[in-house]
Nanobody, 122 residues
Framework: QVQLVESGGGLVQAGGSLRLSCAAS????????MRWFRQAPGKERESVAG????????YYANFVEGRFTISRDNIKNTLYLQMNSLKPEDTAVYYC???????????????WGQGTQVTVSS
């Protein structure tokens, strides 16, 4: 089992940057595929970026368009999402999730953080 706690969200103007963190505790962090999801009001939860246990494989949703970078530190047991050139449409609650298989849907992930709010003003 693993516990996940996100941090780093906040209010930022369009064009600004934020770095989200997800601190993990419990079972070996490097055993898990990690993914960032987001959910805006009235919308389904969607995949943003993913990373393999070793960090050698990454995935980004098309809408990221090179603006975000996912990374992990398996010594510090922490997942990151560096978000640059933020747009108002990036406004959502961002969640980190851990799973044992590579997947793009929320059902593929077993453990979730509580979420952190990101608000981008125009």
């Amino acid at each position: 089992q693993v516990q996940l706690v996100e941090s780093g969200g906040g209010l930022v103007q369009a064009g600004g940057s934020l770095r989200l963190s997800c601190a993990a505790s419990g079972r070996s962090f490097s055993d898990y595929v990690m993914r960032w999801f987001r959910q805006a009001p009235g919308k389904e939860r969607e995949s943003v970026a993913g990373i393999s246990g070793s960090g050698s494989r990454t995935y980004y949703a098309n809408f990221v368009e090179g603006r975000f970078t996912i990374s992990r530190d398996n010594i510090k047991n922490t997942l990151y999402l560096q978000m640059n050139s933020l747009k108002p449409e990036d406004t959502a609650v961002y969640y980190c999730a851990a799973g044992t298989a590579w997947g793009s849907t929320p059902s593929a992930y077993d453990y979730w953080g509580q979420g952190t709010q990101v608000t981008v003003s125009s």
